[in-house]
């Protein structure tokens, strides 16, 4: 397992976080979804690193608890300052004004999405799993037959403020339980605990629902992008996977993975490694 270190950004925040490869390689940075950690990254991080990227995987805003501001204020995780840390991480880490390769899951994903639109000269490639363009989830999410809109009800319990005791209580039975039904293994079940287990990670970690984040329409997206998303993946639907190639103007491709869920980085982690060095490789920055 990597070395964990710190990163402190402008605004103050530190955020736990594996910094591995040499620090003259191209900067690739990871951005892990809910409700896991950086540990999302245990395989991809040293593959990258061992092909020469200067790889960074923070635990993010409200997971680190040195980037823990009050959650009762929402504000504090709104979509912009999300976006902000991932450049602000990059620009602690010697790489400000650089281009840099991003990849995300789930949130992490749709942070990366808004990072490559709003931030499009920074980017030399984008790369992203499960988690479809936010225009094409919004699109989906509006569909007559109502098939997104089901898959994304859990999102409603997110709001009520039991839910992180709930999650939590009882050495996390709730959330390993659902991890576990999600088909991650039970060491993976026990890292995204070690970092989301307590209550008040869990209550951080839902304030990002509570914003207005995931229902954000973005442009067309111009950087090189590789979506991947698993067919078996209870979250999103294929009309929302497969509608995302009408929102990215510049290179694209879309791969399917049969038969994996939304956890792709836990169940198929040897497919995503071949995926992204092939992907990063492809467009150096």
Same mark, same amino acid.
């Given at each position: 397992?990597?070395?964990?270190?710190?990163?402190?950004?402008?605004?103050?925040?530190?955020?736990?976080?594996?910094?591995? /490869?040499?620090?003259?390689?191209?900067?690739?940075?990871?951005?892990?979804?809910?409700?896991?950690?950086?540990?999302?990254?245990?395989?991809?991080?040293?593959?990258?690193?061992?092909?020469?990227?200067?790889?960074?995987?923070?635990?993010?805003?409200?997971?680190?608890?040195?980037?823990?501001?009050?959650?009762?204020?929402?504000?504090?995780?709104?979509?912009?300052?999300?976006?902000?840390?991932?450049?602000?991480?990059?620009?602690?880490?010697?790489?400000?004004?650089?281009?840099?390769?991003?990849?995300?899951? *789930?949130?992490?994903?749709?942070?990366?999405?808004?990072?490559?639109?709003?931030?499009?000269?920074?980017?030399?490639?984008?790369?992203?799993?499960?988690?479809?363009?936010?225009?094409?989830?919004?699109?989906?999410?509006?569909?007559?037959?109502?098939?997104?809109?089901?898959?994304?009800?859990?999102?409603?319990?997110?709001?009520?403020? *039991?839910?992180?005791?709930?999650?939590?209580?009882?050495?996390?039975?709730?959330?390993?339980?659902?991890?576990?039904?999600?088909?991650?293994?039970? *060491?993976?079940?026990?890292?995204?605990?070690?970092?989301?287990?307590?209550?008040?990670?869990?209550?951080?970690?839902?304030?990002?629902?509570?914003?207005?984040?995931?229902?954000?329409?973005?442009?067309?997206?111009?950087?090189?992008?590789?979506?991947?998303?698993?067919?078996?993946?209870?979250?999103?639907?294929?009309?929302?996977?497969? /509608?995302?190639?009408?929102?990215?103007?510049?290179?694209?491709?879309?791969?399917?993975?049969?038969?994996?869920?939304?956890?792709?980085?836990?169940?198929?982690?040897?497919?995503?490694?071949?995926?992204?060095?092939?992907?990063?490789?492809?467009?150096?920055?």
């Amino acid at each position: 397992m990597p070395e964990l270190r710190k990163i402190t950004t402008k605004d103050g925040l530190t955020f736990d976080a594996w910094i591995e /490869g040499p620090e003259s390689g191209e900067i690739v940075l990871m951005l892990h979804g809910f409700p896991q950690s950086r540990h999302t990254w245990r395989e991809q991080v040293p593959a990258l690193a061992a092909a020469g990227y200067r790889v960074i995987a923070p635990d993010q805003r409200g997971y680190s608890p040195g980037a823990r501001p009050d959650p009762t204020t929402v504000a504090n995780y709104a979509y912009d300052r999300l976006i902000g840390d991932a450049i602000d991480i990059v620009a602690a880490c010697g790489g400000a004004g650089k281009r840099f390769h991003l990849v995300g899951h *789930d949130w992490g994903g749709q942070v990366s999405w808004g990072v490559a639109a709003r931030h499009a000269d920074r980017l030399a490639s984008l790369t992203v799993l499960s988690r479809p363009h936010p225009s094409a989830f919004l699109r989906a999410l509006q569909a007559a037959d109502g098939e997104q809109k089901h898959r994304s009800r859990h999102h409603r319990a997110f709001f009520d403020p *039991d839910t992180a005791r709930m999650l939590t209580e009882d050495g996390a039975r709730r959330l390993r339980r659902n991890l576990s039904e999600a088909k991650v293994p039970p *060491d993976a079940v026990e890292l995204y605990v070690s970092v989301l287990g307590t209550q008040e990670a869990m209550e951080a970690a839902l304030t990002w629902y509570r914003t207005e984040g995931l229902r954000t329409d973005l442009g067309r997206i111009a950087a090189p992008t590789l979506y991947v998303w698993g067919d078996e993946d209870q979250s999103v639907t294929r009309m929302a996977a497969e /509608g995302t190639a009408a929102f990215v103007s510049g290179p694209y491709r879309f791969v399917s993975l049969p038969g994996v869920g939304h956890f792709s980085t836990d169940e198929m982690p040897a497919r995503v490694n071949a995926l992204l060095l092939e992907h990063i490789g492809a467009h150096r920055a």
